[in-house]
C-alpha cells in the first residue's frame, strides 16, 4: 500500500481510493506516513490511504474552506485529521458542517473530519486523546493532596484540551492546585479564558503572557515541586526553538511532557539535561501521537478501535516499528 505525496490547497484533485486526508505544516515529515500502511492492513482497511495536505501556519480563510469545501464533495474524500490548524479551520469553516460536536463546539477546534450518510460531521477528538495519554503516563491519584500545578505554554487546540480534562469536577481531588496557560499572543489567551468560563469546574486558572521564552522561565520558576510542564507550543516540530531558554529551572519531581516527537525537539533535549538533577519524569508525544490517530481512524473508517487491551497494544506495536 503507498502513501500519496503531500500536496497543498491548490493541487487537490478527486480520490482514487478511500482517503484519509492529514492536514498539517509538514505533513511529510510525520511516522504516520509508515504507520498507517500497517495500520491499516491490520484494520482490514482495503485500499485505503493518507493523503498530506499542507498549509501555513494560520493560512488564508480561503484555503480552509477550500479543503473542506473538497472532502465534503469528493465521494471517496472519507475525512481528515487536523493539526496545528484545529482552531483557525472551525473559525474559518463552522457554518459548512451539518455536524459539530459538543466537544468541537466548546472548545471552537476541528481536530477531526467525518461523513456519514452526506452530512459532514466536525469533531474534536483531543479532549478523549490527550486524557488517554495522560493517564498512561500520571498514576491515578497523582494530584490528590500534591500541591502541584499544571503549565501549559501554548494556548491552542492541545491545550484547551488537556487543561479541560485536568479541570474536570469528577477527578475531585485529583487535579492541579491551578492550572497556567502562557502564549506568545494576548488572543489566544482571550479565546481559552472565554472557553474555562464556560466549563462546569472550580479549579483555578491563570494567563500569562509570554511574548519572549525568558517569560516561559520566569513562570517556570514559581510552579511547585511535581507540577507539569507541557510544550503545546509546536515549537520543536512546526517551527524551531523551544519556549524555554537554556536556563529555566524545571520544577523538582516534576514531569515534562513535550507534545512533539519528531523536529529538533529542543524542549526535551532541554528536560532531559535536568531529568537527573531534577529528579523529572520526561515524556515525549508518542502515545499521544497513538491515540490521537486511532481515535481519527475510528471516527472516519467507522470501525472499533479498542483503547485499550490487546488489540491497541498491536497497534501500538506496529506503530513503534517505524520509530
Excluded at 493523503?51 to 480563510?61: E, S, V
Excluded at 479541570?167 to 472565554?194: C, F, K, M, W, Y
Excluded at 519528531?262 to 539535561?273: E, P, T
Aim: net charge negative; with cysteine; glycine share 8%.
Amino acid at each position: 500500500m503507498s502513501i500519496i505525496q503531500t500536496m497543498n490547497a491548490a493541487e487537490l484533485r478527486p480520490a482514487q481510493t478511500p482517503t484519509l486526508y492529514f492536514i498539517g505544516v509538514t505533513t511529510g515529515r510525520s511516522s504516520i506516513q509508515q504507520v498507517f500502511p500497517r495500520w491499516a492492513d491490520e484494520l482490514g482497511l482495503d485500499g485505503a490511504v493518507l493523503q498530506g495536505i499542507d498549509l501555513p501556519l494560520h493560512a488564508p480563510r480561503e484555503d480552509y474552506r477550500r479543503v473542506v469545501e473538497f472532502i465534503a464533495n469528493d465521494p471517496l474524500s472519507l475525512g481528515a485529521l487536523v493539526t496545528t490548524h484545529k482552531i483557525d479551520l472551525y473559525a474559518a469553516c463552522a457554518d459548512m458542517f451539518d455536524e459539530i460536536d459538543p466537544f468541537a463546539r466548546l472548545m471552537g477546534e476541528t481536530s477531526c473530519i467525518s461523513k456519514r450518510g452526506g452530512r459532514l460531521i466536525c469533531h474534536a477528538k483531543d479532549p478523549i486523546s490527550s486524557g488517554l495519554a495522560l493517564d498512561a503516563f500520571l498514576p491515578r491519584g497523582y494530584w490528590d493532596g500534591s500541591g502541584a500545578d499544571a503549565l501549559c505554554m501554548g494556548a491552542g487546540g492541545s491545550t484547551i484540551a488537556i487543561s479541560w480534562y485536568l479541570s474536570r469536577r469528577e477527578s475531585g481531588a485529583d487535579r492541579p492546585r491551578r492550572i497556567i496557560v502562557t502564549n506568545r499572543s494576548a488572543q489566544r489567551l482571550d479565546h481559552i479564558r472565554a472557553i474555562h468560563a464556560e466549563l462546569d469546574t472550580d479549579t483555578v486558572f491563570e494567563y500569562v503572557l509570554t511574548p519572549t521564552p525568558e517569560d516561559n522561565d520566569r513562570v517556570l520558576a514559581g510552579l511547585a515541586p511535581r507540577s507539569l510542564v507541557v510544550n503545546a507550543t509546536g515549537l520543536g516540530k512546526d517551527a524551531p526553538g523551544s519556549p524555554l531558554t537554556a536556563a529555566g529551572v524545571f520544577p523538582e519531581h516534576g514531569v515534562a511532557w513535550d507534545l512533539n516527537y519528531r523536529g529538533d525537539l529542543v524542549f526535551l533535549d532541554q528536560a532531559r539535561a535536568q531529568e537527573q538533577s531534577r529528579a523529572l519524569q520526561v515524556e515525549d508525544g508518542w502515545i499521544y501521537f497513538v491515540h490521537g490517530w486511532t481515535q481519527v481512524i475510528a471516527e472516519v473508517f467507522d470501525v472499533d478501535i479498542p483503547t485499550s487491551g490487546a488489540s491497541f497494544d498491536r497497534l501500538g506495536e506496529l506503530a513503534g516499528s517505524t520509530r
